[in-house]
């Protein structure tokens, strides 16, 4: 089987590097402590009210699941917005190209290389989520379909950052830009919605078109996911009901399956964008 040449020397190099153990252990360790001061809090309030409520039990799931959610928002684009603008300031990505391999090979072993260490830090703050499986409530299936979407947003904020990667020469200018692209795909997704609510002079309850741009939003689909398994969002009462009041009266699970098909289908066009970037014929093309 042929592996990817980029692929292989970019997982060679953060093998050895001191960089991916540092990020898995910073990462399971800030959730590790979050769980364990959660839990901590509610066996003192049953020691203060004797009465168990296992309603907060869930909500630690949903608390450490959230703080993952927003560390990998946070990680991926700085992990990928300098692969293609980096080889542009050592000044080997010429050589590259002049290899065997395509634009798309070198695009797609980049991000391939970022994600792998993604994956490995999603897959690893496993048995901390796991932890909710004491107390019952959440199965495992239930479990897949978070990590699911954990992965659907690793991948489109990767393909974003390889993105921005390859259209700006800079690497600190593609790492602002490829922030600046998820701010506005989680935030300003949701910021038109409610300001095309309030034009109407509706509520957020009332979905219109621009509940559609809500797909693109991988908070709103990770909202679907806890809402499909909980019925209610505790720690996310903003998402609650667009998460399961969505368009045209579809369930959370509906939803969720639509979003992480059209993020998919956004990173698709973020990739299909880098690849044509940096391939040379083809900017020679655009010029001419």
């Given at each position: 089987m042929k592996i990817n040449p980029v692929y292989r020397q970019?997982?060679?190099?953060?093998?050895?590097?001191?960089?991916?153990?540092?990020?898995?252990?910073?990462?399971n360790s800030v959730l590790a402590l979050v769980a364990l001061l959660d839990m901590y809090s509610m066996i003192n309030r049953v020691k203060t009210t004797a009465e168990i409520q296992y309603s907060s039990f869930l909500s630690l799931y949903v608390f450490v699941a959230s703080i993952e959610f927003i560390m990998l928002l946070l990680i991926v684009p700085a992990l990928t917005s300098g692969s293609i603008s980096g080889e542009r300031e050592r000044q080997?990505?010429?050589?590259?190209?002049?290899?065997?391999?395509?634009?798309?090979?070198?695009?797609?072993?980049?991000?391939?290389?970022s994600l792998s260490t993604v994956f490995l830090l999603i897959v690893s703050s496993f048995p901390i989520l796991a932890l909710?499986?004491?107390?019952?409530?959440?199965?495992?299936?239930?479990?897949?379909?978070?990590?699911?979407?954990?992965?659907?947003?690793?991948?489109?904020?990767?393909?974003?950052?390889?993105?921005?990667?390859?259209?700006?020469?800079?690497?600190?200018?593609?790492?602002?830009?490829?922030?600046?692209?998820?701010?506005?795909?989680?935030?300003?997704?949701?910021?038109?919605?409610?300001?095309a609510a309030s034009l109407r002079g509706g509520?957020?309850?009332?979905?219109?078109?621009?509940?559609?741009?809500?797909?693109?939003n991988p908070a709103v689909s990770f909202a679907a996911a806890i809402k499909n398994q909980m019925g209610s969002l505790p720690r996310i009462p903003l998402l609650d009901t667009w998460a399961g009041n969505s368009a045209q009266g579809m369930t959370a699970g509906q939803w969720l399956g639509l979003?992480?098909?059209?993020?998919?289908?956004?990173?698709?066009?973020?990739?299909?964008?880098?690849?044509?970037?940096?391939?040379?014929?083809?900017?020679?093309?655009?010029?001419?």
């Open positions: 970019e997982t060679r190099i953060s093998a050895r590097s001191y960089r991916l153990p540092l990020i898995i252990l910073l990462c080997t990505l010429n050589l590259l190209l002049t290899t065997r391999m395509t634009p798309a090979d070198i695009v797609v072993g980049k991000l391939l290389a909710v499986f004491i107390y019952g409530g959440v199965t495992a299936a239930d479990m897949g379909v978070v990590l699911l979407c954990f992965s659907s947003t690793a991948l489109l904020a990767g393909c974003v950052g390889i993105c921005c990667s390859s259209v700006f020469k800079r690497s600190a200018i593609a790492t602002a830009s490829s922030y600046c692209v998820m701010a506005v795909l989680v935030f300003g997704t949701m910021a038109l919605f409610q300001f509520a957020a309850e009332t979905p219109d078109g621009t509940i559609w741009l809500l797909l693109l979003g992480i098909g059209a993020q998919l289908a956004a990173s698709g066009l973020c990739l299909w964008i880098a690849v044509c970037q940096v391939n040379p014929r083809r900017k020679k093309r655009w010029i001419s």
